[in-house]
T-cell receptor
Framework: GAVVSQHPSWVICKSGTSVKIECRSLDFQATTMFWYRQFPKQSLMLMATSNEGSKATYEQGVEKDKFLINHASLTLSTLTVTSAHPEDSSFYIC???????????????FGPGTRLTVL | GENVEQHPSTLSVQEGDSAVIKCTYSDSASNYFPWYKQELGKGPQLIIDIRSNVGEKKDQRIAVTLNKTAKHFSLHITETQPEDSAVYFCAARRDQAGTALIFGKGTTLSVSS
């Protein structure tokens, strides 16, 4: 299937700092990207949906001023966790959909995730 | 919006046995149902999916069945092996552009040899 990469794979930061996570679709154009958060031993919870060139749509309970999402191109979306606190420590996973290899369906491909630890 | 329930939360089987994980969904308009396997510290990997125009799909030891009337779908793994041990997630969504997958809570499968 199509490849989605994330960078960095893990990051440790001090409380109060901001952290940027990149999500790239390597071999297809991602018309829509999604950001999920996963706490230990829990499921993936959808945070927001972003379409290229548009503002992201956030799920209820997700602070848009804290989790800034930018989807400036068809291959790159970024999630910036602003003024991070220990409770923001989590596994962040991006996902992208698009027409890969002429597929008739909007397949959803997942990145490998980014482990964020806020001290 | 969509809500997906998944059972059981944990499942322990002996190597060679079969494992079945069940999910129900709430949105009758959902028509795409994938299953993911997630290993510790990694992103989810698609193992099989089914769309609502079919009732069953099989890929070697893995099969998925769908009952659209009852709004439930199941994952069947036969001849389980220790390397099948992982967390499995079901998901559902409408198969239209811009719609995100909604996940079940996951099932931790342990296969002992």
């Amino acid at each position: 299937g199509a490849v989605v990469s994330q960078h960095p794979s893990w990051v440790i930061c001090k409380s109060g700092t901001s952290v940027k996570i990149e999500c790239r679709s390597l071999d297809f154009q991602a018309t829509t990207m999604f950001w999920y958060r996963q706490f230990p031993k829990q499921s993936l919870m959808l945070m927001a949906t972003s379409n290229e060139g548009s503002k992201a749509t956030y799920e209820q309970g997700v602070e848009k001023d804290k989790f800034l999402i930018n989807h400036a191109s068809l291959t790159l979306s970024t999630l910036t966790v602003t003024s991070a606190h220990p409770e923001d420590s989590s596994f962040y996973i991006c996902s992208a959909t698009g027409l890969a290899w002429g597929s008739a369906y909007n397949e959803q491909f997942f990145g490998p995730g980014t482990r964020l630890t806020v001290l | 919006g969509e809500n997906v329930e998944q059972h059981p939360s944990t499942l322990s089987v002996q190597e060679g046995d079969s494992a079945v994980i069940k999910c129900t969904y709430s949105d009758s308009a959902s028509n795409y149902f994938p299953w993911y396997k997630q290993e510790l510290g990694k992103g989810p990997q698609l193992i099989i999916d089914i769309r609502s125009n079919v009732g069953e799909k099989k890929d070697q030891r893995i099969a998925v069945t769908l009952n659209k009337t009852a709004k439930h779908f199941s994952l069947h793994i036969t001849e389980t092996q220790p390397e099948d041990s992982a967390v499995y997630f079901c998901a559902a969504r409408r198969d239209q552009a811009g719609t995100a997958l909604i996940f079940g809570k996951g099932t931790t499968l342990s296969v002992s040899s």
